[in-house]
């Protein structure tokens, strides 16, 4: 009897080959799926590892009854991107080694390495933030600004986890709200769908980027291609990547790979 961990990757097939034969021994298989925009469903991945899987709740994950089933039967818990992503995570593993549970961790990619395909170095990365979604709280929280000027004075990038709901025009919108008279640079990176054959990487002022659902087909200045609005979109899930002084080799990759 044991507690499996496993990180799904990015996109639904990228589960590792070794965690997949792990899954198959199992007698319940459990979804965590409160705290991204999944880029795929339930279902979808039901299909592709060919097995049945039931979604949890952030109640049923931190109340930690879960290792109660794992005492008895094999449990996993399948986490998108990488495994230990969460501190609530981590905390299950706490607990399954002090209740002496036998456990197993699988990892795999997550935002925070696939964020290197926007050509930004992840050494140069400050401390990660995360974006509430407004429209969920009584009142504005904004100390997530306080991580964008704390990385912005030693140099560093600043990745940007949008909370689940939460559109780009809304978070564009939250974002210049909260600066404060605190300068941005004049263009950001956004990026959608990471690590999914749909993904696209941004490289554009906030402005622009809050309207890419209504924008007008453009040229593409390197190849002068017609862009059509939904080309543009931003879809969920997504985040925001305020950068900091760019290295000429960024400051490249983001033209090159920037839409």
Not at 145 to 150: G, N, Q
């Given at each position: 009897m044991a507690f499996y961990l496993i990180g799904t990757g990015m996109n639904k097939n990228s589960i590792s080959a070794d965690a997949l034969e792990i899954l198959?021994?199992?007698d319940k298989i459990y979804?965590?799926?409160y705290t991204v925009n999944f880029p795929y469903s339930t279902r979808e991945?039901?299909?592709?590892y060919n097995l049945k899987i039931q979604?949890?709740?952030r109640q049923k994950v931190e109340d930690e009854s879960i290792l109660k089933k794992a005492k008895n039967t094999d449990v996993a818990l399948l986490v998108y991107g990488d495994a230990l992503s969460a501190t609530t995570h981590m905390q299950l593993i706490l607990e399954a080694k002090k209740q002496k549970i036998p456990y197993r961790i699988f990892h795999n990619a997550s935002i925070l390495t696939t964020i290197a395909e926007t050509g930004l170095s992840l050494y140069k990365f400050g401390k990660t933030a995360?974006?509430?979604?407004?429209?969920?709280?009584t009142n504005k929280p904004t100390s997530f600004?306080?991580?964008?000027?704390?990385n912005q004075s030693i140099n560093a990038h600043t990745l940007i986890l949008t909370d689940i709901g939460l559109e780009i025009s809304s978070a564009i919108e939250?974002?210049?709200?909260?600066v404060k008279g605190m300068k941005l640079p004049e263009k950001i990176v956004a990026i959608s769908n990471a690590g999914t054959p749909k993904q696209k990487i941004f490289y554009d002022s906030p402005e622009n980027l809050a309207c890419t659902e209504h924008r007008e087909s453009v040229p593409r200045p390197t190849d002068q291609r017609s862009i059509r609005p939904s080309e543009r979109r931003i879809e969920m899930p997504f985040c925001l990547i305020i950068p900091a002084k760019l290295h000429f080799l960024e400051e490249k990759a983001l033209k090159e790979f920037g839409e």
């Open positions: 198959k021994t199992c979804l965590e799926n991945l039901e299909e592709t979604e949890l709740d995360s974006m509430p979604n407004w429209a969920e709280h600004i306080d991580y964008v000027k704390e939250q974002l210049l709200e909260s």
